[in-house]
């Protein structure tokens, strides 16, 4: 019998169906389908398609709800147009999804489950219910026979689950009992479990926190960043959504915070119980705009301090680049009412004297030392990478670029900051962070390092948003475009012999290096050996003399090394040996 | 925490004492400090490390009274001292124990940076 359809947008949304399963594709209308048709069932009298889908979607919604919805608008010929679908429909349907159309047209009585899930309609489950804590797996009842079916919520994001896209974990038994395990369940995570009858049928979603486990939950939620999409709205408004709605930006309720690299302002959204935005959500911002994402589960992370990676607004104009305002101070050099304890000095001095070279970094009174030691491991291994990413626009401005990941594309893009020459200075004209060896005068200080420091510190934030420490191999990843490396440094033999083989790989190869010391000295261990402790330093070669074999490196301070290397100017040869018992990681970024 | 040492010339002023010296005892340790917690080849993290009373034998005196021997305390900060350790210390005039000046103690400068500054 063919399907007669008379509402139009009906009839066009089940012929595409129709089409497709003609043609031999995998047509399934499923829950998430059967709410498009079930939406042009309930538009009209006054609510435009759009708006019948909005409201079907609603997150919280139970199918009941749902129902109530369709039948609300639904006339007569559109019953029978569902009718239709039923009995003489050729797509198939998922059990749930037919489910859903029964209830609609009165066959069968509407089941409880969420708009996330679905349900049985009227098979007749007895509740799932959880008992206990999950040390020893998931247990519980349901009706005898029953299939559990369970997925990780909080680690779905990761991959490219759905969060209907469960595993079945156990049978229950004669008596409705069941216990089932899941593979990498840590405390704390969520678990969405539903059970399904023999005949296919699956009952309401159940959500748990699995507890018993471990002393404390230490796996925050998972934040899916390439499915957060941002696009410049009016009014300085930025629109965010998740940019594959069928699957979650992370687990429900985490929370999430937006921080305007720009601007400084903050916002934090809590997700809805798809693990996405909520409708309409915002941010204050424009094209081209950064905003750097931390997320917690309300245990993990609580206090946002730390991120899980930016996302830039797209559309900024080719080449129209706006000066940024100049990053403010650290923390430490603000007066108790904010305000900055040191002033500006306007450096004009040539970007090169005579290209660049390691020597020409030193650090400031800023606690970055991962920048500086990559670099000027960069300038020692590829010095024409530095000279292309920063350019005297010849009025005053210079545009640094580095690159970011775009996880929309899955490739690295460039970002344009562009500077002035202002720096911060001491009361004696000094630079007071990063600044260039040699002539240190604001008319012909070489300004390449110092004004790469400041447009890092602005597409950052702040000096203070990279004055904490940070990763070298970072840094590399952000002005190459290439992923950063890092290698443990350890004493034991085959550790060093690895670290030694990457070494002369990585210089061999003219590949970036640079090398972090251990984060504390309690036991006096670095004192007076000329290598300091929670501190980066470059790698800018190796030497093998008299059968020893030695890391040549060098302090980003441009001063301060061990005794016995010539002139102080912090380059100098550590025994392999030496080298593995006082640095604790190697990083690089490969060509 | 790895930023450099500051500035000598900032520094100097507030030195009574510029001597050589080596630590022949430490005589006692302050409570712990707080670990900061960061990932395995995070630097410049800024963690320090508890204060320390140490005995100091004086070798040679660049500035101040001529002593042979002092009871000094070294702050909390991000090195630590032990038997044996030497070099360069700056030492403010607390009394009766002066505080070591420099932000990585007796590594803080170069002796002959430290020799020239005083000459100039």
Sequence with gaps: ????????????????????????????????????????????????????????????????????????????????????????????????????????????????????????????????????????????????????????????????????????????????????????????????????????????????????????????????????????????????????????????????????????????????????????????????????????????????????????????????????????????????????????????????????????????????????????????SDPDAIQRMIKSNGDGTYTVTFKEMDYATGRFKNVDVKVDGDLYVRSYGAPLYGSSNGDGSAERMELWYPLIEKAYAAWHGSYNDIGDGGFSSDVLQAVLGRPGRDMTVSTAPTTMERTWAQIKRGVDASWPIAAGTHGSSTDGLYTNTGVYADHAYSVIGYEERNGERYVQLRNPWGESEPAGNGANDGVFSLKLADFARLYQTLMWAEG | MALPPEPLQELLPHATWVVEAEVVEVLSTGPDVPKISAPAGWTDTGQKVADQRVRLKVTRVLRGEDVPELVVNKPVAAYSLRAGNKGPFLLDGTRPHPVILGRYGPDSYALAKLEAALKG
């Excluded at chain 1, 229950?172 to 593979?183: C, I, R, T, V």
């Design chain 1, 1 to 380: 019998m063919p399907v007669r359809i008379s509402d139009s947008r009906l009839s066009s949304l089940y012929a595409t169906g129709q089409t497709n399963h003609a043609r031999g594709g995998n047509e399934l209308i499923d829950d998430a389908k059967v709410v498009q048709l079930l939406a042009a069932v309930a538009d009209g009298a006054g609510a435009s398609f759009d708006k019948a889908l909005s409201q079907l979607k609603a997150p919280g919604l139970s199918r009941a709800d749902q129902v109530r919805i369709v039948q609300a608008n639904m006339t007569a010929s559109e019953k029978k147009d569902l009718t239709q679908i039923l009995d003489a429909g050729t797509v198939p349907m998922t059990a749930s999804a037919r489910a859903f159309v029964e209830a609609v047209v009165g066959r069968k009585p509407a089941g409880g489950g969420s708009t996330g899930g679905t349900t049985g309609g009227g098979a007749a489950f007895g509740p799932l219910q959880i008992s206990g804590n999950q040390k020893n797996g998931i247990a519980g009842t349901v009706s005898p026979g029953s299939t559990i079916e369970a997925i990780n919520i909080t680690t779905a994001p990761g991959g490219r689950l759905r969060m209907d896209d469960t595993m079945v974990i156990a049978k229950a038994d004669n008596a409705g009992k069941f216990l089932g395990s899941m593979p990498d369940v840590k405390e704390g995570d969520l678990i969405r479990l539903r059970a399904r009858d023999a005949s296919g049928n699956a009952g309401d979603w159940v959500t748990i926190r699995a507890t018993g486990i471990s002393a404390s939950d230490t796996r925050n939620a998972v934040v899916s960043m390439q499915r957060i999409g941002l696009t410049a709205g009016t009014g300085g408004k930025v629109n965010v959504e998740n940019i594959n709605s069928s699957r979650q930006v992370s687990e429900p309720g985490a929370k999430l915070q937006f921080t305007n690299t720009r601007t400084g302002e903050k916002k934090v959204v809590t997700l809805n119980d798809q693990g996405s935005f909520p409708e309409a959500f915002s941010l204050n911002g424009r094209a081209g705009d950064t905003f750097s994402v931390a997320a917690t589960d309300g245990k993990n992370n609580a206090n946002l301090a730390t991120e899980v990676g930016h996302v830039t607004v797209p559309g900024a104009a080719p080449g129209g680049v706006d000066k940024v305002e100049d990053p403010a101070l650290h923390k430490d050099e603000l007066n108790a009412d904010g305000t900055p304890r040191f002033a500006k000095k306007t450096f004009s001095g040539p970007l090169f004297t005579d290209g660049a070279k390691p020597e020409d970094v030193k650090q400031g009174q800023i606690g970055n030392c991962y920048f500086p030691a990559a670099m000027a491991a960069l300038a020692k």
